[in-house]
T-cell receptor
Framework: GESVGLHLPTLSVQEGDNSIINCAYS??????FIWYKQESGKGPQFIID?????DKRQGQRVTVLLNKTVKHLSLQIAATQPGDSAVYFC???????????????FGQGTTLQVKP | EAQVTQNPRYLITVTGKKLTVTCSQN?????MSWYRQDPGLGLRQIYY???????DKGDVPEGYKVSRKEKRNFPLILESPSPNQTSLYFC????????????FGDGTRLSIL
Protein backbone atom coordinates (compact mmCIF):
# COMPACT_ATOMS: atom_id res chain seq x y z
CA GLY A 1 0.00 0.00 0.00
CA GLU A 2 0.91 3.62 -0.08
CA SER A 3 2.95 5.11 2.68
CA VAL A 4 4.52 8.42 3.48
CA GLY A 5 7.28 8.62 6.02
CA LEU A 6 9.57 11.14 7.60
CA HIS A 7 13.20 10.42 8.26
CA LEU A 8 13.69 11.92 11.70
CA PRO A 9 11.20 12.20 14.56
CA THR A 10 12.97 15.24 16.03
CA LEU A 11 15.10 18.01 14.58
CA SER A 12 16.78 20.59 16.78
CA VAL A 13 18.17 23.77 15.21
CA GLN A 14 19.56 27.06 16.37
CA GLU A 15 17.45 30.16 15.83
CA GLY A 16 18.45 31.80 12.58
CA ASP A 17 19.74 28.61 10.99
CA ASN A 18 18.03 26.89 8.10
CA SER A 19 15.98 23.74 8.77
CA ILE A 20 15.48 20.82 6.44
CA ILE A 21 12.76 18.28 7.11
CA ASN A 22 12.65 15.22 4.91
CA CYS A 23 9.92 12.89 3.74
CA ALA A 24 9.92 9.76 1.62
CA TYR A 25 6.96 8.30 -0.21
CA SER A 26 6.35 4.91 -1.74
CA UNK A 27 3.90 5.43 -4.60
CA UNK A 28 5.69 6.55 -7.74
CA UNK A 29 2.34 7.62 -9.21
CA UNK A 30 1.76 10.17 -6.44
CA UNK A 31 1.25 13.56 -8.03
CA UNK A 32 0.58 15.98 -5.21
CA PHE A 33 2.15 16.55 -1.81
CA ILE A 34 1.32 18.81 1.08
CA TRP A 35 3.27 20.01 4.09
CA TYR A 36 1.43 20.75 7.30
CA LYS A 37 2.57 22.41 10.50
CA GLN A 38 0.94 21.48 13.77
CA GLU A 39 1.52 23.64 16.81
CA SER A 40 0.70 22.43 20.27
CA GLY A 41 -3.04 22.48 20.90
CA LYS A 42 -3.95 23.24 17.31
CA GLY A 43 -4.94 21.41 14.19
CA PRO A 44 -2.60 20.83 11.24
CA GLN A 45 -2.12 24.03 9.29
CA PHE A 46 -1.36 24.06 5.56
CA ILE A 47 2.11 25.42 4.77
CA ILE A 48 2.87 24.68 1.15
CA ASP A 49 2.11 22.12 -1.51
CA UNK A 50 3.73 20.88 -4.68
CA UNK A 51 2.55 19.00 -7.74
CA UNK A 52 4.58 16.34 -9.43
CA UNK A 53 5.20 18.47 -12.52
CA UNK A 54 7.40 20.70 -10.38
CA ASP A 55 10.74 20.09 -8.69
CA LYS A 56 10.67 23.10 -6.44
CA ARG A 57 8.20 25.54 -5.02
CA GLN A 58 8.86 28.51 -2.80
CA GLY A 59 6.75 30.30 -0.28
CA GLN A 60 7.54 32.81 2.36
CA ARG A 61 10.70 31.46 4.05
CA VAL A 62 9.76 27.94 3.01
CA THR A 63 10.79 25.88 0.03
CA VAL A 64 9.65 22.40 -0.90
CA LEU A 65 11.83 20.23 -3.11
CA LEU A 66 10.55 17.16 -4.87
CA ASN A 67 12.84 14.44 -6.18
CA LYS A 68 10.67 11.98 -8.06
CA THR A 69 13.61 9.77 -8.97
CA VAL A 70 14.19 8.75 -5.38
CA LYS A 71 10.63 9.51 -4.21
CA HIS A 72 11.74 12.08 -1.71
CA LEU A 73 10.58 15.53 -0.75
CA SER A 74 11.92 18.03 1.69
CA LEU A 75 10.73 21.16 3.42
CA GLN A 76 13.31 23.85 3.92
CA ILE A 77 12.70 26.67 6.36
CA ALA A 78 15.01 29.66 6.06
CA ALA A 79 16.17 31.61 9.10
CA THR A 80 14.26 29.41 11.53
CA GLN A 81 12.43 31.29 14.25
CA PRO A 82 11.05 30.18 17.64
CA GLY A 83 7.55 30.40 16.16
CA ASP A 84 8.52 27.64 13.74
CA SER A 85 8.68 25.14 16.60
CA ALA A 86 6.01 22.58 15.81
CA VAL A 87 5.42 19.14 14.36
CA TYR A 88 5.68 19.02 10.58
CA PHE A 89 3.86 16.44 8.47
CA CYS A 90 4.10 15.59 4.83
CA UNK A 91 0.93 14.21 3.31
CA UNK A 92 -0.46 13.10 0.00
CA UNK A 93 -4.06 12.60 -1.13
CA UNK A 94 -5.27 9.14 -1.91
CA UNK A 95 -6.76 9.12 -5.38
CA UNK A 96 -9.01 6.41 -6.73
CA UNK A 97 -10.34 5.87 -10.22
CA UNK A 98 -13.26 8.20 -9.52
CA UNK A 99 -11.04 10.99 -8.28
CA UNK A 100 -10.16 12.49 -4.92
CA UNK A 101 -11.21 10.13 -2.13
CA UNK A 102 -10.88 12.89 0.44
CA UNK A 103 -8.34 10.82 2.30
CA UNK A 104 -4.90 12.07 3.17
CA UNK A 105 -2.00 9.75 3.90
CA PHE A 106 0.19 11.35 6.54
CA GLY A 107 3.75 10.77 7.54
CA GLN A 108 4.48 10.31 11.25
CA GLY A 109 5.71 13.85 11.73
CA THR A 110 8.98 15.56 12.62
CA THR A 111 9.15 17.73 15.71
CA LEU A 112 11.17 20.87 15.03
CA GLN A 113 12.74 22.41 18.11
CA VAL A 114 14.25 25.86 17.75
CA LYS A 115 16.89 26.78 20.29
CA PRO A 116 17.25 30.48 21.10
CA GLU B 1 -13.03 33.88 7.75
CA ALA B 2 -12.72 30.42 6.21
CA GLN B 3 -12.69 27.86 8.96
CA VAL B 4 -13.57 24.44 10.26
CA THR B 5 -15.22 24.58 13.66
CA GLN B 6 -15.38 21.68 16.08
CA ASN B 7 -17.31 21.43 19.32
CA PRO B 8 -16.66 20.71 22.06
CA ARG B 9 -12.93 21.35 22.24
CA TYR B 10 -12.57 19.24 25.37
CA LEU B 11 -14.79 16.56 26.87
CA ILE B 12 -14.39 14.14 29.74
CA THR B 13 -17.09 11.52 29.93
CA VAL B 14 -17.74 7.95 31.02
CA THR B 15 -17.86 4.66 29.22
CA GLY B 16 -21.13 3.99 27.43
CA LYS B 17 -22.53 7.51 27.46
CA LYS B 18 -23.35 8.50 23.90
CA LEU B 19 -21.68 11.65 22.65
CA THR B 20 -21.53 13.71 19.49
CA VAL B 21 -18.72 15.93 18.29
CA THR B 22 -19.93 18.50 15.82
CA CYS B 23 -17.99 19.81 12.84
CA SER B 24 -18.99 22.68 10.61
CA GLN B 25 -17.19 24.32 7.68
CA ASN B 26 -18.05 27.58 5.94
CA UNK B 27 -16.11 27.03 2.70
CA UNK B 28 -18.78 25.12 0.80
CA UNK B 29 -16.44 22.13 0.61
CA UNK B 30 -17.70 18.82 -0.68
CA UNK B 31 -15.22 16.64 1.19
CA MET B 32 -15.13 16.27 4.94
CA SER B 33 -13.19 13.84 7.07
CA TRP B 34 -12.63 12.83 10.65
CA TYR B 35 -9.22 11.84 12.00
CA ARG B 36 -7.93 10.76 15.34
CA GLN B 37 -4.42 11.50 16.48
CA ASP B 38 -2.62 9.30 18.97
CA PRO B 39 1.00 9.39 20.14
CA GLY B 40 3.19 7.21 17.97
CA LEU B 41 0.36 6.48 15.54
CA GLY B 42 0.00 9.83 13.83
CA LEU B 43 -3.21 10.91 12.15
CA ARG B 44 -5.58 8.14 11.18
CA GLN B 45 -8.77 8.63 9.23
CA ILE B 46 -12.00 7.46 10.85
CA TYR B 47 -14.65 8.33 8.28
CA TYR B 48 -14.93 10.61 5.30
CA UNK B 49 -17.68 12.06 3.18
CA UNK B 50 -17.43 12.97 -0.47
CA UNK B 51 -20.71 14.88 -0.47
CA UNK B 52 -24.11 15.11 1.18
CA UNK B 53 -25.48 11.67 2.06
CA UNK B 54 -22.24 10.01 0.92
CA UNK B 55 -20.00 8.64 3.65
CA ASP B 56 -17.39 5.92 3.78
CA LYS B 57 -15.13 4.22 6.27
CA GLY B 58 -11.57 5.28 6.78
CA ASP B 59 -8.84 3.27 8.46
CA VAL B 60 -10.29 3.07 11.98
CA PRO B 61 -14.11 3.31 11.79
CA GLU B 62 -15.00 0.83 14.55
CA GLY B 63 -17.03 2.40 17.33
CA TYR B 64 -17.89 5.53 15.37
CA LYS B 65 -20.75 6.77 13.23
CA VAL B 66 -21.10 9.82 11.05
CA SER B 67 -23.79 11.53 9.07
CA ARG B 68 -23.80 14.12 6.30
CA LYS B 69 -27.28 15.56 5.99
CA GLU B 70 -26.04 19.03 5.10
CA LYS B 71 -22.98 20.09 3.18
CA ARG B 72 -21.52 22.19 5.95
CA ASN B 73 -21.92 19.73 8.86
CA PHE B 74 -20.29 16.39 9.54
CA PRO B 75 -20.90 15.20 13.11
CA LEU B 76 -18.96 12.32 14.66
CA ILE B 77 -21.04 10.08 16.90
CA LEU B 78 -19.77 7.70 19.55
CA GLU B 79 -22.79 5.57 20.44
CA SER B 80 -21.11 3.74 23.33
CA PRO B 81 -17.72 5.30 24.01
CA SER B 82 -14.94 3.19 25.45
CA PRO B 83 -11.59 4.18 26.99
CA ASN B 84 -9.69 3.20 23.82
CA GLN B 85 -11.47 6.06 22.09
CA THR B 86 -9.69 8.55 24.29
CA SER B 87 -7.86 10.62 21.72
CA LEU B 88 -7.49 13.93 19.94
CA TYR B 89 -9.95 14.26 17.09
CA PHE B 90 -9.76 16.47 14.03
CA CYS B 91 -12.30 17.33 11.42
CA UNK B 92 -11.11 18.45 7.99
CA UNK B 93 -12.64 19.63 4.75
CA UNK B 94 -11.51 20.15 1.18
CA UNK B 95 -12.91 21.08 -2.19
CA UNK B 96 -13.18 18.62 -5.04
CA UNK B 97 -12.82 21.23 -7.73
CA UNK B 98 -9.10 20.67 -7.87
CA UNK B 99 -6.37 18.96 -5.97
CA UNK B 100 -5.97 21.04 -2.85
CA UNK B 101 -5.07 20.87 0.79
CA UNK B 102 -7.48 19.87 3.50
CA UNK B 103 -8.37 22.45 6.11
CA PHE B 104 -8.41 21.27 9.69
CA GLY B 105 -10.31 22.30 12.77
CA ASP B 106 -8.46 22.91 16.03
CA GLY B 107 -9.32 19.53 17.47
CA THR B 108 -11.46 17.94 20.15
CA ARG B 109 -9.75 16.20 23.04
CA LEU B 110 -11.92 13.36 24.32
CA SER B 111 -11.26 11.48 27.53
CA ILE B 112 -13.39 8.40 28.14
CA LEU B 113 -13.16 7.14 31.71
Amino acid sequence: GESVGLHLPTLSVQEGDNSIINCAYSNSASDYFIWYKQESGKGPQFIIDIRSNMDKRQGQRVTVLLNKTVKHLSLQIAATQPGDSAVYFCAEPLWAGSGNTGKLIFGQGTTLQVKP
Amino acid sequence: EAQVTQNPRYLITVTGKKLTVTCSQNMNHEYMSWYRQDPGLGLRQIYYSMNVEVTDKGDVPEGYKVSRKEKRNFPLILESPSPNQTSLYFCASSSDSDIGPQHFGDGTRLSIL
